[in-house]
């Protein structure tokens, strides 16, 4: 196995300070159950709307989760379900 490049190097580091905060894994943890909408994932969590925006925007910006239409609303979905092993993993 080859090292890591510098670029992957910093890819990781992004993901590791995504998932630092523990709300934000809060919210992967609801979305492990399947694509939420804001509302959903606003209630399950018990946040304010704006501080569930502000986290999800991250998780969109690192390429965790992304927004999906469906129908006239939008749901929010995990990009790479292999972000699940890694808090897996670290969770014992």
Do not use: W
């Not at 992004?14 to 694509?35: K, S, T």
């Not at 991250?58 to 808090?87: K, M």
Request: hydrophobic content about 40%; aromatic content about 4%.
């Amino acid at each position: 196995m080859r090292p890591p490049t510098p670029r992957q190097l910093a890819r990781i580091a992004a993901l590791f300070a995504v998932l630092a905060d523990p709300v934000r894994l809060r919210i992967l943890q609801c979305l492990r159950r399947g694509p939420r909408s804001v509302g959903e994932i606003q209630r399950s969590c018990r946040l304010k709307q704006a501080n569930t925006s502000k986290h999800l925007r991250v998780l969109r910006e690192a390429r965790v989760a992304a927004p999906r239409r469906a129908g006239n609303s939008v749901r929010y979905e995990i990009t790479d379900p292999r972000v699940f092993a890694l808090c897996d993993l670290l969770c014992g």
